[in-house]
């Protein structure tokens, strides 16, 4: 049993980095960049346990519903509809309200949306992204000049005073993004919960621009008056249902309707999508405590120690959420208070089995891995999320990835020997590590961090 040891890197925040380039040889897995492929890839890709595959149209109403979306649709999306039917994507009702995938698209092109979305944009992005989430990107565009004055107006519509017009246009052209984790839970939602992701998605870009959430409390806390100080404390508008569940709402900032304008019909290749920003700006107000600014991906908030990115607690906390799912954040490496790497909780190959047997479970795990300067001192971290992994004729496994900052739309590999060591923390269900470390629970820690930084102030 190992000891799980509190370090200072649980607030280091998890921001946009140079990126990993040490890939092992021919690491690029191949892989279309539009989401034209054949059925048998959508099928590996949800394989769901427990979850009832249906795969045809049982009621006039769903023949309708599917007929309506095909008229909406371009060539190619039209056949990735139809591979998701086939599939049994197009009718899962994972989602919080049992809603399906089908219902949600139908709302989409049939009802409005918030004001300067194009219901048909929404639609093919909701479909290309359920279809293959690995275009899912925190790669946020430049400001078109014609905007330019919007959006500095709109940034600094609640100060006072001018601020020189240089640092106003430096502000809000974002080049190195802090969403990763928000972008990370977008592709496992995505991935994992395709029905609940259409929800997210229609209700986000509707008028009300907000979706509500039906949770279970111990998903988040052993009990329930230190859930309800979590959802207090992350400020997240609430209504207790009973004292097992609550109703949570969730919505971008105020700020994010004017990207998303502006992706709408200034989106150039590998930027984000309407939908990635109006996902991304949710759960970054999620986690920052409703503080989160998308126009200049600046963020305020309690628990941080600077504006840019996320720290794990506030990971955490959204993917709990987001997924109604019970997450513990594992940490592995062992850091000072000078945020120099020093040694691991537990040794490489317990952490090789807890990857692999969540991954053998059906989970995607979002990691933060860290990149090290000469002296071993921590100088970046980022989040990316293992889907699989392979072993080779030498009994040496390879991870499969996705990094939502990469550049492309592929998955991605990296060799054992080259990540593991890298990993700080991971999230896991409780069941894969609890025979092997003594995990101090998530919140029990954000309690007392709490209090240790109001007894600082």
């Known amino acids: 049993m190992v000891e799980r040891i509190d370090s200072r890197i649980q607030h280091y925040n998890y921001n946009t980095i140079n990126r990993v380039t040490s890939l092992t040889p021919g690491s690029v897995q191949t ?41 909406n649709l371009d060539r190619n999306s039209k056949k990735v509809i139809e591979a998701l039917l086939k599939n049994g994507v197009l009718l899962n009702s994972n989602s919080n309200d049992k809603s399906t995938v089908l219902d949600n698209l139908y709302k989409i092109v049939t009802e409005p949306r918030a004001e300067g979305l194009e219901s ?4 093919k992005d909701t479909i290309a992204t359920i279809a293959y989430p ?19 107006q709109a940034n600094n519509e609640d100060k006072s005073n ?19 984790v928000a972008a990370s839970t977008e592709f496992k939602l995505a991935k994992q919960m395709p029905a609940e992701f259409a929800r997210f998605a229609q209700e986000l870009s509707s008028p009300k621009m907000a979706v509500e959430k039906t949770i279970n409390l111990d998903n988040l806390a052993d009990d329930t008056l230190s859930a309800i100080w979590l959802l207090n404390a992350f400020e997240v508008p609430y209504d207790m249902k009973d004292f097992k569940q609550a109703k ?7 700020n994010a ?5 502006i992706q709408t019909t200034n989106k150039d290749f590998y930027e984000r999508t309407p939908l990635d920003v109006l996902m991304q700006s949710t759960f970054m107000q999620v986690g920052s405590q409703q503080s989160y600014n998308t126009l200049t991906d600046k963020r305020g908030g309690k628990f941080n120690q600077n504006d840019k990115g996320l720290i794990e607690f506030e990971k955490t906390f959204i993917e709990s959420v987001a997924l109604d799912k019970n997450i513990l954040s594992v940490t592995y490496q062992t850091v000072d208070e000078n945020a120099r790497l020093i040694g691991y909780e537990t ?20 990691i933060g891995y860290t990149q090290t300067n000469e002296n071993n001192i921590i100088v970046n971290g980022h989040e990316i999320t293992i889907v699989g992994y392979k072993i080779n004729n030498n009994g040496k496994m390879t991870f499969i990835c996705n990094d939502t900052d990469d550049g492309i739309t592929k998955l991605i590999e ?29 919140w029990v820690e954000g309690i007392e961090m709490y209090k240790q930084m109001k007894n600082a102030a």
């Open 120 to 123: 048909k944009t929404i639609l």
């Open 347 to 366: 040794d490489l190959d317990t952490l090789k089995k807890h990857l692999t047997t969540a991954l053998d479970m059906g989970e995607n795990i979002i």
């Open 257 to 261: 309707i004017l990207r998303a304008q």
């Open 162 to 180: 001018l601020i020189d017009i240089n640092k106003a246009v430096s502000d809000v052209n974002v080049e190195h993004s802090g969403t990763c």
């Open 31 to 71: 892989a279309s960049v539009s989401p034209s492929f054949g059925s048998a890839q959508i099928v590996q890709m949800y394989q769901t346990p427990n979850i009832e595959l249906r795969t045809e149209l049982n009621s006039a109403q769903e023949k309708e519903k599917y007929k309506t979306i095909l008229s």
């Open 134 to 152: 690995f275009v899912i990107t925190q790669q946020f565009g430049d400001i078109p000049n014609k905007y330019v004055e919007k959006v500095i």
């Open 414 to 442: 990296y060799s054992e020997d080259y990540l593991l060591p890298k990993i700080h923390h991971a999230a896991l269900p409780k069941e894969v590590v609890e025979q092997d470390m003594n995990i101090v629970p998530n």
């Open 248 to 254: 949570l709402t969730f919505a971008p900032d105020k």
